[in-house]
């Protein structure tokens, strides 16, 4: 499975930005995928993710009402839609997914990691 996220950029406070993570390879069994970021400086931190065979979603309090993840399984594509963007949301983003259970605060459970796109927020 690989995973490869792209639309990261800079943004003012107050803005909007999508991510979206393409998958390829058995991505067909996954499970949950995820949004992760990580400060410079920081610890990883599960941001949301969506668990594929109910689409059920989860989101760290921090950006609750803010980040909306979404996922297009025709086009193997997660996307992760953030608005209302402030200072401290300004990390590297990454997209995970796991072929098992796996605990959006646990970022060891899950298997796949993409790259990263950077988010700055001024």
């Known amino acids: 499975v690989q995973l490869v996220e792209s639309g990261g950029g800079s943004v003012q406070a107050g803005g909007s930005l999508g991510l979206s993570c393409s998958g390829s390879?058995?991505?067909?069994?996954?499970?949950?995928m995820a949004w992760f970021r990580q400060a410079p400086g920081k610890e990883r931190e599960g941001v949301a993710s969506i668990f594929l065979p109910a689409r059920i979603t989860s989101y760290a309090d921090s950006v609750k009402g803010r980040f909306t993840i979404s996922h297009d399984n025709a086009e193997n594509t997660v996307w992760l839609q953030m608005n209302s963007l402030k200072p401290e949301d300004t990390a590297m983003y990454y997209c995970?997914?796991?072929?098992?259970?796996?605990?959006?605060?646990?970022?060891?459970?899950?298997?796949?990691w993409g790259q990263g796109t950077q988010v700055t927020v001024s």
């Open positions: 995970a997914a796991s072929p098992s259970f796996a605990r959006l605060t646990v970022p060891s459970d899950f298997l796949y």
């Open positions: 390879g058995h991505t067909y069994n996954m499970n949950r």
